[in-house]
């Protein structure tokens, strides 16, 4: 199978809707001709009506981001999910295959999941969630990816960041400091990752905000569901919980103390991850400029982030890093059963 586009220079500009919907045929699913685009920029996500059922979502892999390989132990990974009553979409499997092709371009087809994004300033909504994280996490320990990259400092700070020094995107006059800043940010980021120690690494959703957790609020299916897992690796297990806190320290205690309520039904968290937070926090900041820099190619980023490639932008940067070298070095989130 394929694991790149080859077309013309960005490889999305030959995704029109007829080869959206002629990939649907190849694999026996008949669109009536009506799409939805939805929102997502890594991939190109359609919502397609069909002839004889329920509309499905189809889901265009990024050329040459992912391999065959690693697309398929995502599925196989929300596939044990679903099969231990975890609440997840995995994608259909069509003659012994969640994986096709077509035109160079590959693709899975999902059930299309309703729902709106979860109510975190809920303590029960909190809770919920936790409760299902705690049983994502207890299947995802049972086994460990074999080729999905892990998050780490290396693959999301060290690599971001030489990436983004050798382009040209940082303006020459912030060059000096934005090299400062994140040399002592990474260091920071090397700090925390002593202090919580040889924390053990799992298989994890990876990319757990507010728009990945879709809430139902009625019927057998009521309460949270996890939809894309694109960005699965291997980590810590606070990677899949740090990103529900919001606000300051005393409210960020707060929501922690819900979420783990729920989460700890099922299994413990290591207290040391606790350490990570503002680490992880650093390492995804550093991570997402270098992402936008590498998809500039694409029309769909300069469209999307306009501000990216402007002075101001670049000024926050340098801003938000040393905030983060000073958090790194306050006393981690706190905890008490």
Known sequence: ??????????????????????????VGVRGDGRLIA???YENRVYQAMLDDGPPVVVKFYRPARWTDAQ??????????????EVPSVPPRDI???????????????????????PELDRDEVLE??????????????????????????????TVPRDYLLASAFIPADLREAWTAASSLALDGVQRAYERAGDVARQRLHGDVHVGNVLWVDGGT???????????????????D?????????????????????GYERFRELDRR??????????????????????RWDDPAFPAAFPWFNTQRYWQDRILELREQTAAMDEEPLQFVA
């Open 1 to 26: 199978m394929a694991t790149s586009h080859a077309g013309s220079p960005h490889g999305y500009s030959s995704l029109t809707p007829d080869l959206v919907l002629d990939a649907l045929e190849t």
């Open 221 to 239: 299916e009521r309460g949270p569901h996890f939809v894309d897992f694109d960005d699965a690796r291997t980590g810590a297990a606070i990677q």
């Open 128 to 157: 919920w969630v936790g409760r299902f994280l705690g049983r994502l996490h207890a299947v995802g320990a049972q086994e460990r990816f074999a080729v999905r990259p892990a998050l780490d400092p290396k693959t999301f700070g």
């Open 71 to 84: 697309i398929g132990e995502e599925h196989a990974f929300v596939r044990e999910l679903a099969d231990a």
């Open 95 to 117: 003659g012994g295959h969640t994986l096709h092709a077509h035109e160079g371009f590959r693709f899975a087809v999902y059930d299309k999941r309703g729902g709106r994004a």
């Open 38 to 40: 939805l929102g997502s």
């Open 241 to 261: 919980l740090w990103m529900l806190l919001s606000g300051d320290r005393e409210s960020m205690e707060a929501q922690l103390a819900k979420v783990l309520e």
């Open 273 to 294: 991850e606790l350490a990570l937070v503002e680490a992880l926090r650093t390492l995804r900041l550093l991570h997402y400029s270098a992402w936008i820099a590498r």
